[in-house]
């Protein structure tokens, strides 16, 4: 059965950036895209090319790398704006211009102080030059839940006359219910000569709760790209989760009979990737990314899941990319499970990295047994920042590693619990290995993390392992 397929355009890089404490910097945007592009989003809102030369940057860089997916930059309706955004999307392989403008009452009047008529000419001149420069371009009425319904038709009929190939409808306060929503988008679909020709684009926050439920609601009456983020991140209360929006329509396919080209185990790798980058958590009981998403603690559930796990499970982790918490990671796992396991938090080396991290992680495996997911973090993390180094194990990077006795702060970024039942999967405590690591008095570190065994000795009796494939 042909199933009508839902653009996914993601902007955890524009909006999701602009939540407190989530902002990125280029490199990390970058290192976010090509997440993205594994997970097989169809548009990736790389910035806002105006708003700083960072934002630029990220949007010419992740443009110049990131091929697959149609790259997006923001711009507000004004010839300096859109400009700057072609210039930024200059090498990109598939680029849109995202133009946006209020159109209110509220915001005309107090935001902008324009009148609907000039608002009408600014959307129109804004669109047609950026037609101008890019044939893929999209619109944004800011504020159309809050519009007069008449004259947010009138808007969007302009804008498609002078070239919008999608109209984007956003509930930028996230004040709308679902039903209600889904009014609007059936209204544009019912009043707007030209809409046919153009995709009706979602974009709802979450200040009620309620994004995902308006982002389906838009779906079912006839929008046809959704605009989400990875956890949920954004602005206030945040965005339409990504993960969420894509797992109902597969888990309900009865009711909403749609596809997207989202790679669904490739969700938990990218959330984690995000929670990592911008040292922001996901909270444990997050609908299908939080630690506790597959958890069952309760007796009579774990009863019935053991049973069949069809009793308390609509979806099983693996279809999300869970890693299975039954594969410990120990001093034995190989550079596959290593890599393997390094995949599913988001991170995909090339061979030397690979090296370095593996060298690393044996010497960590050998000092604590059993390698929880936020250690190896940790690892990836400086041997990312800090470039691939070799030999210097002991030094820099370590210092801020507690003896090894200590208790680690809960992991940033948890491990899942698929099945899981100890508190090891919670990675909390770290075992000292046969008394070589007691904590030292008075809380000094130790020369290393590993208990102080200088890496080049270290380096002679792993070398087998540390090399094999
Ligand atoms: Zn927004």
Not at 4 to 20: C, K, V
């Amino acid at each position: 059965m042909d199933r009508p397929r839902i653009t996914i355009f993601d902007t955890t890089l524009r909006d999701g950036e602009q939540s407190p404490g989530c902002s990125m910097n280029v490199q990390e945007k970058l290192h976010l895209a090509q997440q993205l592009d594994r997970l097989g989003v169809d548009v990736i809102e790389a910035g806002f090319p105006i708003a700083s030369d960072g934002d630029f940057e990220a949007v010419q860089r992740i443009s110049a790398t990131v091929r697959r997916p149609i790259i997006a930059g923001l711009a507000r309706a004004c010839k300096g704006d859109v400009d700057r955004a072609w210039q930024a999307l200059q090498g990109a392989a598939r680029p849109r211009i995202h133009v946006f403008l209020a159109t209110s009452d509220i915001h005309l009047q107090y935001k902008l102080r324009i009148t609907r008529e000039q608002c009408l000419e600014q959307a129109r001149e804004a669109v047609r030059h950026a037609k101008s420069l890019c044939a893929d371009v999209e619109f944004s009425p800011e504020d159309a839940t809050r519009t007069d319904v008449p004259f947010l038709c009138q808007v969007v009929e302009a804008v498609i006359a002078a070239g919008a190939t999608t109209v984007n409808i956003p509930d930028t306060v996230g004040y709308t219910m679902p039903e209600e929503y889904g009014q609007i988008i059936r209204a544009l679909r019912e009043k707007v000569a030209g809409i046919e020709k153009v995709t009706i684009s979602t974009h709802c926050h979450n200040d009620l709760g309620l994004a995902v439920a308006n982002s389906l609601a838009g779906v079912q009456n006839g929008a046809r790209q959704v605009e989400c983020t990875i956890n949920g991140i954004g602005e206030r209360a945040g965005n339409a989760s990504l993960e969420e929006v894509v797992m109902a329509m597969r888990v309900r396919r009865d009711r909403y009979p749609y596809e997207t080209g989202v790679a669904s185990e490739q969700l938990y790798a990218s959330s984690q990737a995000l929670a990592e980058i911008t040292r922001v958590p996901v909270q444990p009981n997050k609908a299908i990314t939080g630690r506790n998403a597959f958890a069952h603690e309760a007796g009579i559930h774990q009863d019935g899941m053991l049973k069949n796990a069809l009793t308390y499970e609509i979806m099983t982790p693996q279809s999300v990319g869970v890693p299975d918490s039954r594969l410990v990671l120990g001093k034995h796992s190989g550079r596959h499970a290593l890599a393997l396991r390094c995949e599913q938090l988001g991170h995909q080396f090339e061979r030397r990295e690979l090296d370095e991290i593996y060298r690393r992680f044996v010497v960590l495996a050998d000092r604590i047994k059993k390698v929880q997911d936020s250690h190896l973090l940790e690892l990836i993390q400086d041997v990312v920042r800090g470039g691939v180094s070799t030999g210097e194990a002991a030094t820099g990077p370590w210092k801020k590693f507690p003896p090894a006795t200590a208790s680690l702060p809960l992991p940033r970024a948890a491990t899942a619990t698929a099945g899981a039942n100890s508190s090891e999967s919670r990675g909390a405590q770290v075992a000292a290995s046969d008394g070589q690591a007691e904590a030292r008095p008075g809380g000094s570190p130790p020369t290393n993390w590993f208990g102080g065994a200088p890496f080049a000795e270290h380096h002679g009796e792993q070398e087998d392992y540390l090399w094999g494939v």
